[in-house]
Structures are given as C-alpha cells and as structure tokens.
C-alpha cells in the first residue's frame, strides 16, 4: 500500500493567490506560502506539493449542516514514501508567520538542529544554541544524553550552569519512570514530590512517580 504523510493543507480562500515558493533543489530543504510562514526539511526529501480548487459543502460530512456548495482553493505539501516501506521516516520543522528570508536562512543552517532519534521507538531532537533537548519515548531506551525506563516524555532546557528537566508519562499508567541524565551535575536544587533523586553527581538518575494525569513533572539543578 502507499504511505504518504501530509504536512500540510492550508487553505488559501476562494480564488487565493499567495506566492508559495520550494527550495530548487532535488530535495528541497524548504518551502514558504505568503502570510502563512514555511516548512524546514533538515535532511532534504522529495517533497510533493499541489495547488488545487476543491468543492463540497458541510453535508458532505454532516447530514444535519448546510447543502450549500462551496469552493476553496488549497495548498497541499506531502511526502511519499513509496509502497509499504519498511523503516520509513520523515522529518520537518514548522515555522508559522516567518517570512521567507527566514525559513531559508534557517534551512542553511546546518547544524542548528540535531536530530539524536527519529524511528518507531523514540523521536527526539537537540537545539543547543537553545539549550535544548526534548525526546518522546516510545519504549524503554536512550536518545543523546537521555535514558528512560518506560516510555515517556523528556523536556530538558540548560540556561547557563543551570537546567530544568520536565517529565511526563503519556500513556498514563502510574508506573514509575526512571530517567537518567548522562552528564555530570553538582547538586538539585529543586524538585516536585513525586521526583525522587536517586544520584547526582556524574550524572543525574532519578524516579518519576507520575500519577495518571500526564502532567509535567520537574525538578531544577546546577551542573559543572
């Protein structure tokens, strides 16, 4: 079966007329549609994009809605992934209101972000001007720095000598979450009740008690 994976349907309004714009490349590492903002393909891939004018009406989907029939016209960006794939993968960054000055600049930026995961058991990524690192945890593993026990969500923010971890358990099973920080730590200065430290030292371990809620979770520390 053909897998394709929409990034994005914008509506332009009846008879639109923004300028949309893809990088000229093979495979581009940006595109940008006027007064929307654009989209950056760190890798490159074979983008696929169709400017059309669609008809229907609300009853189409909803008996009960109006019978009037109207026409928009669309903006359509996907990638193909050809006939039942086997590892396949994508990525993109959405960058909504940037001009195109912006998403190109930023599509040249090679190094701006990094991507530590990206398959069916974790995606994660790492901004470092930023100071940031964010993983989703599928099952139990490791991405960069990070180590989960089950799976869950990590935020990670370094300003300075200082950096806020943010945990939460997104299949909501109450299970502990063990999360390991592989990097040397001088001392938590603050932490929620349910956030246990087991170590701080060479590297952060600690136990997240998460409840069912799939709420965040943190605690504060200094590093070397």
Same mark, same amino acid.
């Given at each position: 079966?053909?897998?394709?994976?929409?990034?994005?349907?914008?509506?332009?309004?009846?008879?639109?007329?923004?300028?949309?714009?893809?990088?000229?490349?093979?495979?581009?590492?940006?595109?940008?549609?006027?007064?929307?903002?654009?989209?950056?393909?760190?890798?490159?891939?074979?983008?696929?994009?169709?400017?059309?004018?669609?008809? &229907?009406?609300?009853?189409?989907?909803?008996?009960?809605?109006?019978?009037? !029939? %109207?026409?928009? *016209?669309?903006? @359509? =960006?996907?990638?193909?992934?050809?006939?039942?794939?086997?590892?396949?993968?994508?990525?993109?960054?959405?960058?909504?209101?940037?001009?195109?000055?912006?998403?190109?600049?930023?599509?040249?930026?090679?190094?701006?972000?990094?991507?530590?995961?990206?398959?069916?058991?974790?995606?994660?990524?790492?901004?470092?001007?930023?100071?940031?690192?964010?993983?989703?945890?599928?099952?139990?593993?490791?991405? &960069?720095?990070?180590?989960?026990?089950?799976?869950?969500?990590?935020?990670? !923010? %370094?300003?300075? *000598?200082?950096? @806020? =971890?943010?945990?939460?358990?997104?299949?909501?099973?109450?299970?502990?979450?063990?999360?390991?920080?592989?990097?040397?730590?001088?001392?938590?200065?603050?932490?929620?009740?349910?956030?246990?430290?087991?170590?701080?030292?060479?590297?952060?371990?600690?136990?997240?008690?998460?409840?069912?809620?799939?709420?965040?979770?943190?605690?504060?520390?200094?590093?070397?």
């Amino acid at each position: 079966m053909p897998v394709e994976t929409i990034v994005d349907n914008r509506n332009l309004g009846e008879g639109g007329t923004r300028a949309f714009t893809v990088d000229d490349r093979p495979r581009p590492r940006w595109a940008h549609l006027e007064g929307h903002g654009g989209w950056v393909l760190p890798s490159g891939a074979e983008l696929r994009t169709l400017c059309e004018d669609r008809t &229907g009406a609300w009853s189409d989907i909803n008996t009960t809605s109006s019978t009037e !029939r %109207r026409t928009r *016209r669309w903006q @359509t =960006l996907w990638l193909g992934h050809g006939t039942d794939p086997v590892a396949g993968s994508h990525a993109y960054v959405l960058m909504p209101g940037a001009t195109r000055r912006a998403v190109t600049e930023r599509a040249a930026e090679r190094d701006w972000l990094r991507i530590l995961a990206n398959d069916s058991t974790c995606q994660a990524v790492s901004i470092d001007c930023l100071g940031l690192t964010a993983a989703t945890f599928w099952q139990a593993g490791t991405a &960069g720095p990070l180590t989960v026990s089950a799976p869950a969500a990590v935020l990670l !923010r %370094r300003r300075g *000598r200082s950096a @806020t =971890l943010c945990v939460s358990e997104p299949p909501r099973s109450g299970a502990p979450v063990e999360i390991v920080w592989n990097r040397p730590v001088r001392r938590v200065v603050e932490s929620d009740p349910s956030v246990q430290i087991l170590e701080a030292g060479r590297r952060l371990r600690l136990r997240g008690t998460l409840g069912t809620g799939c709420v965040s979770h943190r605690c504060e520390l200094t590093f070397s």
